[in-house]
């Protein structure tokens, strides 16, 4: 592929669900000659099955650091904290800097169908800093700045409604993703009994059949009212 990949700008409400469900996406971009961002919102450091948060904090940020590197992304973590994590307007306006900042052409974040509500108050936060980002009447220390597009990956706590019309080959992206996944120890069986690793590989490789390759990630478009005017009805 001879075309230069868009810049991104990945959210997520906790170290590790961009690495894990759009790792692979971000090191197909980066490849690609896109440029990455990398937003966790919390640290996630609420999430450990026996270290407190206060240890498991540094940790996490430890992780994030080396996995963003690997898939060759800028990293930034957000001061909140992951256990009672609400959303609303602070998050908002911190997400609207940060896109206004970084100038991304595509946003992901997490499918708002999810049975976590820290993941459905991060997708609410990201797509109202989406809208949010180009209203010129909002005004912060960067200019106003419209994402061209939102896409949302395949996670396994935001199953709700979720339908694929997007395959990303990433068939030459699995090695980063999972050395990149490999850096947490929530994805290497210390922090949590999910078998992520084996999950992941294996929905890529289910939807790499679907699409013709190896390896695939599903996306999805977020809900949205996205109005078109056209003359007739398209076929
Ligand atoms: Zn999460």
């Known amino acids: 592929m001879s075309e230069t990949a868009p810049s991104l700008l990945a959210i997520g409400a906790h170290t590790g669900d961009v690495e894990v469900t759009?790792?692979?996406?971000?090191?197909?971009?980066?490849?690609?000659?896109?440029?990455a961002t990398i937003c966790h919102v919390t640290l996630g450091e609420g999430g450990h099955k026996t270290k407190t948060p206060a240890a498991y904090a540094p940790q996490r940020q430890r992780e994030a650091e080396a996995s963003a590197k690997i898939l060759g992304a800028d990293l930034v973590v957000f001061p909140y904290a992951d256990l009672g994590f609400a959303g609303g307007p602070?998050?908002?306006?911190?997400?609207?800097?940060?896109?206004?900042?970084r100038k991304p052409e595509v946003v992901l974040c997490h499918w708002p169908g999810s049975w976590h509500s820290g993941h459905t108050q991060s997708a609410t936060c990201s797509l109202q800093a989406v809208e949010t980002a180009p209203i010129a009447r909002i005004t912060t220390a960067a200019p106003p700045?419209?994402?061209?597009?939102?896409?949302?990956?395949?996670?396994?706590?935001?199953?709700?409604?979720?339908?694929?019309?997007?395959?990303?080959?990433?068939?030459?992206?699995?090695?980063?993703?999972?050395?990149?996944?490999?850096?947490?120890?929530?994805?290497?069986?210390?922090?949590?009994?999910?078998?992520?690793?084996?999950?992941?590989?294996?929905?890529?490789?289910?939807?790499?059949?679907?699409?013709?390759?190896?390896?695939?990630?599903?996306?999805?478009r977020p809900y949205a009212f996205d109005p078109r005017r056209v003359p007739f009805l398209p076929v």
């Open 22 to 35: 759009m790792g692979a996406v971000i090191a197909a971009h980066t490849r690609q000659g896109g440029t």
């Open 90 to 101: 602070d998050v908002v306006a911190k997400l609207v800097d940060l896109i206004r900042e």
């Open 145 to 220: 700045h419209r994402v061209k597009a939102v896409y949302c990956p395949e996670n396994w706590e935001d199953p709700f409604d979720f339908r694929p019309s997007l395959y990303v080959d990433v068939t030459e992206d699995l090695p980063r993703w999972e050395e990149s996944c490999r850096q947490h120890e929530l994805f290497t069986g210390g922090a949590s009994s999910f078998r992520y690793l084996d999950y992941y590989r294996g929905v890529m490789a289910a939807h790499g059949a679907v699409a013709g390759c190896q390896f695939a990630v599903a996306i999805a």
